[in-house]
């Protein structure tokens, strides 16, 4: 019951926010209402017990994406110009509403095969397991640093001054 | 009624296409950049329901999800620096007039 409440309330203000993403005009509101909807998923982590990604969801998103994305839109101080559309608006609406349509009616129809197996509770342990043991997912989390610093290093290299 | 897989299922799916109307229909290149970012996220909600309801001792799910943000800040970090770089030298973030290499 109480999830029940937790994820229709979470799932409106998630929606709404994300709504407010593309529809306001000031694209600064636009950044604080992405916030707004980065909480929000957060929180249908919760709903969904899955307690280590609601904390890596805050750490990587609300703590350090929002503020690149703040920081990027007053360095180029094209705030004034607004958050218009080009002419692709309505084709773009059609395609995105035939995509729900399609996934909904994928997903109704399709049974499930919905296990009854109670879910972990806490998930930390077991995802360090799996991440950091040599039949689970070492590789990618050797590789992931490599991607890390390419990006830390393309970014540097193309907004250094000449 | 209780929320089944099919509600989060829904949601992703509602979240997905708010960041494509987005990502399609607007010129501020970080505007574009934000729905991106909807995007990933909505099909992370995705990943964490299906590995929450179809298996739920596996935790496959949430391991996808991380490497999915990983990727994300990748992503964020590089795409933020070359709208900076594109502003420095044109002036304008506006992806309708950034058409250098257009053909």
């Given at each position: 019951m109480v999830l029940t409440i937790a994820f229709w309330a979470l799932a409106i203000v998630g929606v709404l926010s994300a709504l407010g993403v593309v529809l306001l005009g000031n694209v600064f509101r636009a950044s604080l209402s992405l916030i707004l909807c980065f909480i929000a998923i957060a929180g249908i982590y919760i709903t969904l017990h899955a307690d280590f990604l609601a904390a890596a969801q805050i750490l990587v998103y609300v703590g350090a994406i929002s503020i690149l994305i703040l920081l990027a839109i007053m360095l180029t101080r094209d705030v004034q110009h607004g958050?218009?559309?080009?002419?692709?608006r309505l084709p773009a609406f059609i395609v995105a509403i035939l995509f729900v349509g399609t996934v909904t009616f994928a997903v109704l129809n399709t049974r499930w095969q919905v296990s009854s197996v109670p879910p972990q509770e806490p998930t930390t342990s077991a995802i360090a397991g799996l991440l950091f043991s040599v039949e689970g997912f070492i590789l990618p989390v050797e590789i992931a640093p490599i991607l890390l610093l390419a990006a830390?290093?393309?970014?540097i290299v193309l907004v250094r001054e000449k | 009624m209780s929320i089944g897989l099919e509600h989060y299922i829904i949601l992703s799916a509602v979240l997905f296409a708010i960041g494509l109307y987005g990502a399609l229909s607007k010129r501020n290149a970080i505007v574009i950049l934000m729905s991106i970012e909807i995007m990933l996220n909505a099909v992370n909600i995705a990943m964490v329901a299906f590995s929450r309801y179809i298996v739920p001792a596996l935790l496959t799910g949430h391991i996808f999800a991380i490497f999915i943000i990983v990727v994300a800040a990748a992503e964020a970090t590089v795409g933020l620096a070359i709208i900076i770089g594109i502003y420095r030298n044109r002036?304008?973030?506006d992806a309708s007039q950034i058409n250098l290499m257009k053909w």
């Open positions: 958050s218009p559309s080009n002419k692709l830390i290093i393309g970014a | 002036e304008t973030i």
